[in-house]
């Protein structure tokens, strides 16, 4: 298979209700939970403005109107920290609202990611296009979604972000059934949603990341409810892979699911401690809790 166009296009599906961070996300997106200082759905449109996406399409739903407002000018705010002198945050605020061009649509019914994606059709057209889940974030591998886009650019075929995970976890992702395997680059011969641990065909689960040819709406139509009862992205790769070749890129480390509790306290104490203005004051913090608790 032959090159292919470069990918300007890409999906932040951000429409689910958040319910495993509750009461937190009770009347706020899961997303504009500040990682540090920045709500998470900001790294992720960062992260693909970096790779070169200059179209972004958010998907949201009820309740989520404050991504969009984070987006966008607020002439209030601007004014005032002009005023006051603050330069500083004025150019951070201004920098929000200048981050790409960014459009939003509305999810009507929660039905599910295959779903929420689907949405995307009209927008995305015939075109390969790039799905970022704004609940994940990706810090430590920044490449990754640059090279599943080289990838897509030399096979002219779907990527798939792919990471090995214990048992006990296999049973919250998509899991992939390997063809060959060639350093980091995979050929998927199946894919299922959120097996049982003796059922899945291998410990490889699919993170946020994806690019796709636009053949993936085509499949997206053809899904019934899955897994959970809801229309599954899963189902649509794994109907896709009737007719087209998918590849899976694995990677290691950076990728934190904001939505868990957990991976969220992660991804705090990680990127505070790569800032240059908290990290020195935090890490001897942090080393000093660590002696006060008998941990060290
Ligand atoms: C979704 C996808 C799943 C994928 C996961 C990655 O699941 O359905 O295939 O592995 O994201 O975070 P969710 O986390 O929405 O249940």
């Known amino acids: 298979m032959s090159g292919t166009d470069r990918v300007r296009k890409a999906v932040i599906p951000a429409a689910g209700l958040g319910t495993r961070f509750l009461p937190a996300t009770k009347s706020q997106p899961k997303e504009m939970l500040p990682v540090v200082d920045k709500p998470s759905i900001q790294y992720v449109v960062e992260e693909a403005v970096r790779a070169g996406l ?15 407002d984070h987006f966008d000018r607020n002439f209030e705010l601007e004014f005032y920290l002009e005023q006051k002198g603050k330069h500083d945050l004025l150019k951070e605020v201004q920098e929000t609202s200048d981050l790409g061009n960014i459009h939003f649509i509305r999810q009507r019914d929660p039905l599910g990611l295959g779903h929420a994606v689907s949405a995307a059709r009209e927008h995305v057209g015939d075109e390969p296009f790039a799905v970022l889940l704004g609940d994940d974030i990706m810090v430590d591998d920044s490449q990754l979604l640059i090279s599943m886009l080289d990838l897509h650019q030399r096979y002219g075929r779907s990527v798939l972000a792919l990471k090995e995970v214990g048992p006990d976890r296999i049973s919250s992702y998509g899991c992939v059934e390997p063809e060959a395997v060639d350093g980091e680059l995979v050929t998927v011969r199946s894919i299922v949603e959120k097996p049982q641990r003796e059922e899945a065909p291998s410990n ?5 990341r994806y690019v796709f040819t636009p053949e993936i709406f085509d499949a997206l139509d053809r899904i019934k409810p899955g897994a959970g009862g809801e229309l599954q992205l899963t189902d649509a790769i794994q109907l896709l892979l009737d007719s087209q070749t998918v590849y899976g890129r694995t990677f290691e480390h950076g ?12 991804a705090n104490v ?12 935090f890490s001897a913090f942090l080393v000093d809790l660590m002696h006060r608790r008998g941990l060290i």
């Open 270 to 281: 990680e990127l505070a401690l790569d800032r240059p203005d908290l990290g020195p004051e």
């Open 255 to 266: 990728r934190f699911d904001i939505g868990q509790k957990l991976d969220f306290l992660y």
């Open 204 to 208: 490889l689960a699919v993170m946020g």
């Open 54 to 68: 200059t179209d972004i399409l958010v998907i949201t739903g009820r309740g989520k109107r404050a991504i969009e």
